[in-house]
Each structure stands twice: as structure tokens, then as C-alpha cells.
């Protein structure tokens, strides 16, 4: 399978511990995406990544999220200090650089769903 | 901040009726994707809307791009039971879409 998989598919922790989630893309994709989503709405943008640099981080991710692509090729979500809060879908995407007018599609991966207890 | 709204939140049809969902943002849009989940699943890339008015379609569903670039639809002709899921628009902010702005999403049920 050459789609972008995510690890582990759910996770169930208590609050106050910390977790982490691994994102293997596309291989030839130089662009990686981190998204979470709550049941019922659309997913909300987290972190970006070219490569091994992190280019964009939303206000929604905390100090207590963060996100490393050291080798440009898998990338990692730490959530510490987990709140009920985080519970939600995290999804990781991948794509690859295109100009802005071509077609620039969002692979995503089944999603690592976290529930906080 | 911006914000993308979809109308209907849900609409449940009779296999074989229309379906349309409808995109509108707060600020004019840069691009416009469409994404299909599945429930349980995760967001397909259906197709990208680039230039004011563009019209796509895709055997039964048609994608527009508004002229002013702050609306979008989708139209499925003939629904199918497999047609089943949320459908999402997303504006790819700034070039290269270095990331999706998603709208509210329309969920479709489709009964046979």
C-alpha cells in the first residue's frame, strides 16, 4: 500500500499523560500536513511541513503540541500534558509541490483517533 | 478569521433524486477543493476549482466556482447509495495550497 498511513489508529489515555503520533506519507511527497477534527465538523489545520521545515504552525496548536519531520520523510505529533480537550481525529495529509495552478490534491491517512479520559 | 460555511448541514434524499451543497465564504477564496468522507473514513480529494466561473464536471456531479470567487457548489444528479458521506469544500490558502481552510461540511444520506 503506497498511501499515507498513521500509527496508531486509536489511542485511549488519561489526562495529564503524554502521546505520540506517527505519519509516514507518500514517499515522494515533500509536503506533510497535520489536521485535527472533531466529530461533526471539518478538519482544522494544525502544521505544515516541506520537507524537514516546519513552515506554518495554527494558533490552535498549543505549547503543549508539537510536531517534528526530522528526516523529511515521517513526521511525529506529540500532544503532553493531554486535556479532554484533545480528544478528537488527528489526520495527516501529504501532498506534493505543484505550481498554484495545478492540481494539488491533499492525500490524507485514515487518522489516529485519541480519546482522553 | 476566515470563515467557510456549507449549506445544508444534512440532507437525506430518495436514491435517484438531486443533491446539491453550497459553499460560501467570508473572504474570497483563493482555490476551492472538494473532499468526500465516508463515514468512518477519511477526506477523498474529488476535484480543484482554480479560475472565477469555472464549471467541472465529473459523470454525475458538477462542480462551480462562483464569479466573484466567494461560493462554490456541488451537484450530484441521480444520487446512489454510494454517494453516502460528508461532502467538504476547502479554500488552499495562499499558493501552492500550503494548507486547507475546510468548510462546515453537508452530510448526505441517501436511501435506496
Known amino acids: 500500500d503506497t498511501g499515507v498511513s498513521q500509527d496508531p489508529r486509536h489511542k485511549i489515555t488519561k489526562r495529564g499523560q503524554n502521546v505520540t503520533f506517527r505519519c509516514d506519507p507518500i514517499s515522494e511527497h515533500n509536503r506533510l500536513y497535520w489536521y485535527r477534527q472533531t466529530l461533526g465538523q471539518g478538519p482544522e489545520f494544525l502544521t505544515y511541513f516541506q520537507n524537514e521545515a516546519q513552515l506554518e504552525k495554527s494558533r490552535l496548536l498549543s505549547d503543549r503540541f508539537s510536531a517534528e519531520r526530522p528526516k523529511g520523510s515521517f513526521s511525529t505529533l506529540e500532544i503532553q500534558r493531554t486535556e479532554q480537550g484533545d480528544s478528537a481525529m488527528y489526520l495527516c495529509?501529504?501532498?506534493?509541490?505543484?505550481?498554484?495552478?495545478?492540481?494539488?490534491?491533499?492525500?490524507f491517512g485514515p487518522g489516529t483517533r485519541l480519546t482522553v479520559l | 478569521g476566515q470563515q467557510v460555511m456549507q449549506i445544508p448541514q444534512y440532507q437525506h434524499v430518495q436514491e435517484g433524486e438531486d443533491f446539491t451543497t453550497y459553499c460560501n465564504s467570508s473572504t474570497t477564496l483563493s482555490n476551492i477543493q472538494w473532499y468526500k468522507q465516508r463515514p468512518g473514513g477519511h477526506p477523498v480529494f474529488l476535484i480543484q476549482?482554480?479560475?472565477?466561473?469555472e464549471v467541472k464536471k465529473q459523470k454525475r456531479l458538477t462542480f462551480q466556482f462562483g464569479e466573484a470567487k466567494k461560493n462554490s457548489s456541488l451537484h450530484i444528479t441521480a444520487t446512489q447509495t454510494t454517494d453516502v458521506g460528508t461532502y467538504f469544500c476547502?479554500?488552499?490558502?495562499?499558493?501552492?495550497?500550503?494548507?486547507?481552510?475546510f468548510g462546515t461540511g453537508t452530510r448526505l444520506l441517501v436511501s435506496p
Open positions: 476549482l482554480v479560475k472565477s466561473g
Open positions: 476547502a479554500d488552499g490558502m495562499n499558493t501552492g495550497f500550503q494548507k486547507l481552510v
Open positions: 495529509a501529504s501532498s506534493s509541490a505543484q505550481g498554484e495552478w495545478r492540481v494539488n490534491e491533499q492525500f
